[in-house]
C-alpha cells in the first residue's frame, strides 16, 4: 500500500490550509452546504493546534503556516528536482524536457511528449531516494489543478476516495527502480540534475531576456536556485526539506 490514511489527511489538510492563505473562499465553523463534509477535518485540524475559531470561521494558526510553508518548498523542489522525469526515453536516454524550450505553445509540448517512447520515471527517482511517492503524485495533481477550489462540489471530491484511490494505483503501476536498474537509475538521474541545472539558467536568460530580471520577489530567489540545487548532481542527495514530517497526527 503507497497511501496510507495519515497521508490523505496530511494531503486532505493541505489542500485545505492553501485554501485559507491563497484562496478566497472562507470556512465557517458552523459548516453548512457543501463545507459540512470537511467539518470533521477540521475539528481534527483544531484540536492539534493547526487552526483556531476566529469569529464564524477557521483561521490558520502560525503552526498550520509553518506545514503551508515545509509543503511549499517542497512543492517548489518538486517542479525544479523530480518532474524533469516525467518524459524519459530509455532506450535513447533523451529527455523530453531537453527541447522543454522549442515549443512555442501548451499544446505543441503536450503533442510532443504525448509520445509513447516517453516513460514517467518519477516515482523510480522517489522511490530511490526513499522519498514517498504518493506525495510527488499528490503534488503533480496539484500542478495538474485536480483540485479545483472554484470548482462545485470541489469539498465532495475531497473527502471522496477517487483521488486517493487513483494516487495508489499510480504509485502502483509505475515504473520501479528495479526495473531500470541501478546503475541505469544513478547515469538517468544524474542526467536529469545537469539538464535540471542547464533548465534553470535557461529561465534565467529569459527573464533577463524579457526585461523582467530581478524585478519580482520570484526572480530574486530564482537568482540563488542554481547554486541551491547543485547538491543534486549527488544521485543520493535528497534536501532536509523532504525529511521534516508535514503533520503529527
Known amino acids: 500500500m503507497f497511501i496510507s490514511d495519515n497521508n490523505k489527511k496530511t494531503f486532505k489538510s493541505i489542500v485545505l490550509l492553501d485554501e485559507m492563505v491563497n484562496g478566497s473562499h472562507q470556512f465557517q465553523t458552523v459548516a453548512n452546504g457543501d463545507d459540512s463534509v470537511l467539518e470533521p477535518l477540521f475539528i481534527e485540524l ?18 498550520g503556516q509553518q506545514v503551508l ?16 522525469f516525467s518524459f524519459v526515453d530509455l532506450e535513447k536516454g533523451e529527455f523530453a524536457f531537453a527541447r ?8 505543441a509540448w503536450a503533442d510532443f511528449t504525448n509520445d509513447q517512447r516517453f516513460d514517467d520515471l518519477r516515482i523510480a527517482v522517489a522511490l530511490f531516494k526513499k522519498i514517498d511517492p504518493a ?13 479545483d477550489t472554484k470548482s462545485n462540489g470541489w469539498q465532495m471530491d475531497l473527502v471522496s476516495d477517487n483521488s486517493w484511490n487513483e494516487i495508489e494505483e499510480i504509485c502502483k503501476t509505475a515504473i520501479k527502480p528495479e526495473e531500470v536498474g541501478e546503475d541505469a537509475m544513478l547515469d538517468m538521474i544524474g542526467q536529469g540534475a545537469e539538464l535540471m541545472i542547464k533548465l534553470i539558467e535557461e529561465e534565467k536568460q529569459q527573464e533577463q531576456n524579457n526585461g523582467n530580471y530581478g524585478q ?10 542554481v547554486e541551491y540545487y547543485q547538491p543534486y548532481y549527488d544521485p543520493y542527495y535528497v534536501s532536509p526539506i523532504w525529511l521534516l514530517p508535514l503533520f503529527l497526527w
Not at 484540536?47 to 503552526?63: A, E
Not at 511549499?72 to 528536482?81: A, F, Q
Not at 522543454?100 to 499544446?107: G, L, M, Q, T
Not at 519580482?216 to 536556485?225: D, G, L, M, R
Open 46 to 63: 483544531m484540536s492539534k493546534g493547526y487552526v483556531v475559531t476566529s469569529g464564524i470561521n477557521y483561521k490558520i494558526t502560525d503552526k
Open 216 to 225: 519580482s520577489t520570484e526572480t530574486v530567489v530564482e537568482e540563488e536556485t
Open 100 to 107: 522543454y524550450y522549442d515549443f512555442d505553445s501548451d499544446d
Open 135 to 147: 506525495e510527488i503524485v499528490f503534488m503533480s495533481f496539484i500542478n495538474e489543478n485536480r483540485f
Open 69 to 84: 510553508d515545509t509543503f511549499m518548498k517542497r512543492y517548489t523542489e518538486y517542479l525544479k528536482v523530480y518532474d524533469v
